[in-house]
């Protein structure tokens, strides 16, 4: 699942790299077809361009690669003020060595401030705060670890609790060859859970696939064939939420990058984290985009399709709105609908063996439907529906008009986006509540 305040398409990732762009801003959106050969070309392209690392087991690599560069820096420094006749060569670029000192010293400052204070954070996140504690186990268990932390008195207790508690308030404490260490002993640890997380995804997805191309051969998956080649470019990784912008804890959908990461700190059955994510990424959706000219300092200027989703299966996710007035009007929608749908998806394939994360969400999609006399497929046919852009305009998303036109019917024009603004304002159980007690269908 995708973070609301990040963007769905490229440019929200542009300008921070080699790309710079666009230049020729002012182009126009249009509609787009998913089963488009550019905008095929655009995920492909988009993928290579965004591929991107996050989180502590990469802070650590390059933590240890400035500390590295740093104290080999200094060391030639020592010999060059030392004499040493070795270095004669070098003593004319002094000058450029004590510049680049002092910038990997700034670097480095930055990069531990910004370690303490993401952590610090988490830490103090009633949910994330899962990902400090499973760090905080690492360095518990690790005897070498925990008696350096206990040497810079950060840490005094045995009990593992308190112990934990220690580590927070003294967090910011901590010297940099003990965060070094614990980056590196982190970094092993996620090494391995990689590298057997990459052993089930290679035997598990190519299972998962069949089964979805039989589902759909005999009926039972309302999923266009053309849609299982996704699967094919889709990337998907374990990453350390350490450091990392997720909204959930157990992983998300990033379809800007066409990529799935799931946690390292996954909780739950991973398989059913993968294919609830995986069902994201074979969802239905509506998409405008333009083609625009960026500059690469690389390769000089390309040409690639901006794809804005503004809808992904029964989520909207509309373009930002260009005044405040309009703010209401652009509001995300339906985010609970659809996680309803998707883990309703997954357990269709899983059956008893799924874990389920969205089980109210799926309790009030049934409500619903109940209430309303609607077949559940059809929920799941409108989830699975691309808008397409070589037909007549009612022909375009026709399961998602026939499940609005019902459920207006049923329950009056409106009623979805009054359901859903008091889902986001009270909670989905108070939802359920309400639509059990007052929401009749008409």
Same mark, same amino acid.
């Given at each position: ?25 002012? %182009?126009?959106?249009?509609?787009? *077809?998913?089963?488009? @050969?550019? !905008?095929? &070309?655009?995920?492909?392209?988009? $993928?290579? #361009? ?101 040497? %810079?008195?950060?840490?005094?207790? *045995?009990?593992?609790? @308190?112990? !934990?508690? &220690?580590?927070?308030?003294?967090? $910011?404490? #901590? ?101 609830? %994510? ?20 690389? #390769? ?101 008009? %026939? ?40």
């Amino acid at each position: 699942m995708r973070r609301l305040n990040e963007p769905s398409h490229i440019l929200g990732h542009l300008d921070s790299g080699p790309v710079r762009g666009p230049v020729n801003p002012e %182009e126009p959106y249009k509609k787009v *077809d998913a089963a488009s @050969q550019e !905008y095929k &070309e655009s995920q492909e392209l988009s $993928s290579e #361009i965004l591929k991107d690392q996050h989180g502590l087991e990469v802070f650590g690599g390059r933590l240890f690669e400035r500390v590295s560069r740093l104290d080999s820096s200094l060391a030639i420094a020592e010999q060059i003020q030392a004499g040493n006749p070795a270095y004669s060569l070098i003593r004319a670029e002094r000058e450029e060595l004590d510049k680049s000192i002092e910038s990997d010293k700034i670097y480095l400052s930055e990069d531990i401030q910004e370690m303490r204070d993401v952590i610090t954070d988490l830490s103090k996140d009633q949910t994330k705060s899962v990902f400090v504690k499973k760090l905080f186990e690492e360095i518990f268990t690790n005897s070498a670890l925990l008696l350096i932390l206990k040497n %810079e008195k950060i840490v005094s207790s *045995d009990d593992k609790e @308190q112990a !934990y508690g &220690e580590f927070i308030q003294n967090f $910011s404490l #901590i010297s940099l060859e003990a965060l070094v260490a614990i980056a590196g002993n982190h970094l092993d640890i996620f090494n391995k859970k990689s590298a057997e997380f990459n052993k089930v995804i290679a035997t598990f997805v190519p299972q998962l696939r069949a089964y979805l191309s039989q589902a759909i051969e005999k009926g039972v998956l309302p999923l266009e064939p053309e849609v299982l080649p996704r699967l094919d470019s889709l990337s998907i990784k374990m990453r350390d939420p350490l450091l990392s912008a997720f909204e959930e804890i157990n992983g998300e959908f990033r379809i800007w990058a066409n990529e799935i990461v799931i946690s390292e700190y996954t909780v739950g059955d991973l398989k059913s984290n993968i294919v609830h %994510e995986i069902f994201h990424a074979l969802s239905g959706r509506t998409i405008v985009g333009r083609n625009l000219t960026f500059e690469d300092i690389r #390769i000089g200027e390309f040409e690639m399709l901006d794809a804005n989703h503004q809808r992904i299966g029964l989520r909207f996710v509309p373009m930002e709105p260009n005044s405040p007035a309009l703010a209401e009007k652009y509001t995300p929608r339906f985010r609970w609908l659809n996680e309803a749908l998707t883990d309703y998806l997954m357990q269709r394939v899983l059956g008893a063996n799924a874990s389920m994360s969205y089980n109210s969400e799926i309790r009030l999609f049934r409500l619903l439907a109940e209430k309303a006399q609607i077949p559940e497929n059809l929920f799941v046919e409108a989830y699975f529906e691309n808008y397409k852009t070589d037909v007549p305009r009612d022909e375009r998303i026709p399961k998602w008009k %026939e499940l609005w036109e019902r459920l207006n019917k049923a329950f009056g024009s409106g009623f979805m986006v009054r359901l859903d603004q008091l889902v986001e304002e009270s909670g989905i159980e108070e939802a359920i509540k309400e639509v059990e007690e007052n929401f009749l269908p008409s």
